[in-house]
């Protein structure tokens, strides 16, 4: 109970923190909440990209509770949709036009599932092996798959004649995904977050798995004497998370986008990271915080017509949440490994 109130008050102290700073902005707290819901609930275009923000986040959160439980700081989740991004447009490109769009839709998610993966085992491999903290690992990470987007909209995959930050050329028409009408969500990528979301309840709850992912994160050494395979378990974990995120990269480029663009990520896979902290890596509260900060994005673009404030003060709000439930005393379900501790240790560990 002591827990939830400090929580509750957190999040009042954040609310308070950003109406102060609207008041000194000369503007109402009142008409920025009510912007706020205008702006994402006032059409169904609106909706529709709370909707479609919604499925990535989601499913970059849900592979995060893995790397969370074992006690991992992956910051490298961003570099992993990046990542799912590059393949589904590569998997997208290797098919003649004509092909039918199923497979190829198909096809594109399974190699963005795959090239996450394998983008999370490396990051893995960098910690565990290479003796880098997971931090830097991931941080490192995210910088190559950006810099390989780059290269590939402005080298081999440019538009003809020209390149430009708006992206390769558009996918034909037949490989997009379906979406409600003329809008951006797409029932089949909320269907698969969903889905993922439960997925990893399941697994982390009420599974074996789930049971040795805890053991690594409370206590590398002590799983080790019990028998579980450290290692095997560290880079199986990057990999899920890496499966997730790669996924919602695939479906920012075959649902949203239609096109690999310098900023695929939309930097949701950071947002996650803020998502999973706020619900103190606890998957009940994933779901409703990651609605909540979908709202936020895209009910902030009204800001600047309604107001005439800055849309990045949604980012205020996100940013002023995170810290405030950082700076709670000590949570029980926060990740326990010490981050200054050798990642040699943990090898030897395993």
Not at 21 to 42: E, K, L, Q, T
Not at 319 to 337: I, T
């Amino acid at each position: 109970m002591k827990s939830w109130l400090l929580r509750v008050g957190a999040v009042g102290l954040s609310l308070a923190f950003v109406a102060l700073i609207c008041v000194v902005m000369g503007a109402s707290p009142v008409d920025v909440a009510v912007s706020f819901w205008d702006g994402a609930f006032g059409t169904m275009d609106q909706t529709a990209r709370v909707l479609s923000t919604l499925s990535p986040l989601l499913l970059c959160a849900s592979g995060l509770l893995f790397t969370f439980r074992a006690g991992l700081y992956n910051l490298g989740v961003e570099g992993q949709l990046v990542a799912g991004a590059i393949a589904a447009t590569g998997v997208a490109h290797f098919f003649p036009s004509g092909s039918p769009g199923w497979l190829v839709i198909g096809l594109a998610l399974v190699g963005g599932m795959v090239a996450g993966a394998l983008w999370g085992v490396l990051t893995g491999a960098l910690h565990v092996f290479g003796r880098v903290n997971e931090i830097f690992a991931g941080l490192g990470m995210n910088f190559m798959a950006q810099g390989a987007a780059i290269y590939l909209i402005f080298g081999p995959w440019k538009r003809p004649g020209v390149a430009s930050m708006a992206g390769t050329e558009p996918m034909d028409r037949s490989l997009w995904m379906e979406t409600v009408g003329s809008t951006d969500a797409s029932p089949t990528a909320l269907i698969l977050a969903l889905l993922a979301a439960l997925f990893t309840a399941v697994v982390i709850q009420r599974t074996y798995f789930g049971l040795r992912t805890r053991a690594v994160g409370q206590n590398l050494r002590a799983a080790r004497v019990l028998g579980v395979p450290a290692v095997q378990q560290l880079l199986i974990v990057f990999a899920a998370c890496g499966l997730f995120a790669g996924l919602a990269g695939a479906l920012q480029v075959m649902a949203v986008f239609h096109r690999l663009i310098p900023n695929i990520s939309s930097n949701l896979g950071y947002l996650a990271l803020l998502v999973v902290m706020l619900a103190s890596f606890d998957m009940r509260f994933v779901l409703p915080i990651a609605i909540f900060f979908s709202v936020l994005n895209v009910g902030s673009l009204r800001l600047p017509l309604t107001l005439g404030l800055e849309s990045s003060l949604s980012g205020v709000l996100q940013g002023a949440l995170a810290l405030v439930v950082l700076l709670l005393p000590r949570q029980e379900r926060s990740p326990k490994r010490d981050l200054g501790r050798a990642p040699a240790e943990q090898g030897r560990g395993a």
